[in-house]
Structure formats: structure tokens, C-alpha cells
């Protein structure tokens, strides 16, 4: 029957379709996905240039310097994107902790 076989056939291309329009978004998205880092690139290009890194050879830094390693946080709050992930957070690491 010619119609049945017309159905198949339509049914078949429409299968090969999809197939082609996957593959082609996922190229789309690769594309975009590789602009996205030749942008970073390009921007990292347009950075001004630092100054040159000048230190006295005869500058040294106090004899006891330093006798302890603290580290302290005083409501310290993070945010990722506009939303806070941590808010208010007071923390004191001490000289040789783990």
C-alpha cells in the first residue's frame, strides 16, 4: 500500500530531522560555549598593565615579625551573584591549630 509506505517515510525523515536538529544545538551551544572564552580572552588583553614590581633589597620586615599567625573574621558576610551564601560570620583561627 503506497500509503502506509508514504507514513513510514514521513515518520523516518521526521525521525532524521530530530537527530540533525540535536546535533545542530549542540554545536550552537559548543559555538557560544567557545565565544564565551575567547571573550574572556579578549578582555584579559584589554587589562591595563600593572607597574613594575620594585622592592628595596635592604628593606626587611621586624625581627619578631611575625611571632604569631592568627586569623580572624569579624562579621564577615559573602555574597555569590546578588544573593548572601554567608552572613555575619565571626571566626578566629589560632597560631598552630588544625
Given at each position: 500500500?503506497?500509503?502506509a509506505?508514504n507514513?513510514g517515510?514521513?515518520?523516518?525523515?521526521?525521525?532524521?530531522?530530530?537527530?540533525?536538529?540535536?546535533?545542530?544545538m549542540?554545536?550552537?551551544?559548543?559555538?557560544?560555549?567557545?565565544m564565551?572564552?575567547?571573550?574572556?580572552v579578549?578582555?584579559y588583553?584589554?587589562l591595563d598593565?600593572?607597574?613594575?614590581?620594585h622592592?628595596?633589597?635592604?628593606?626587611?620586615?621586624?625581627?619578631g615579625?611575625?611571632?604569631?599567625?592568627?586569623?580572624?573574621f569579624?562579621?564577615?558576610s559573602?555574597k555569590?551573584?546578588?544573593?548572601?551564601?554567608l552572613?555575619?560570620?565571626?571566626?578566629i583561627?589560632?597560631?598552630?591549630?588544625?
Open positions: 500500500n503506497t500509503l509506505g507514513v517515510l514521513v515518520m523516518w525523515q521526521l525521525l532524521v530531522l530530530s537527530v540533525f536538529f540535536q546535533q545542530g549542540r554545536h550552537v551551544t559548543e559555538v557560544i560555549a567557545n564565551t572564552a575567547v571573550e574572556r579578549m578582555q588583553t584589554e598593565e600593572e607597574g613594575p614590581f622592592t628595596d633589597i635592604n628593606s626587611k620586615p621586624p625581627a615579625w611575625p611571632d604569631q599567625g592568627r586569623i580572624s569579624d562579621r564577615v559573602l555569590y551573584d546578588d544573593a548572601p551564601v552572613r555575619d560570620i565571626n571566626l583561627i589560632e597560631p598552630k591549630m588544625k
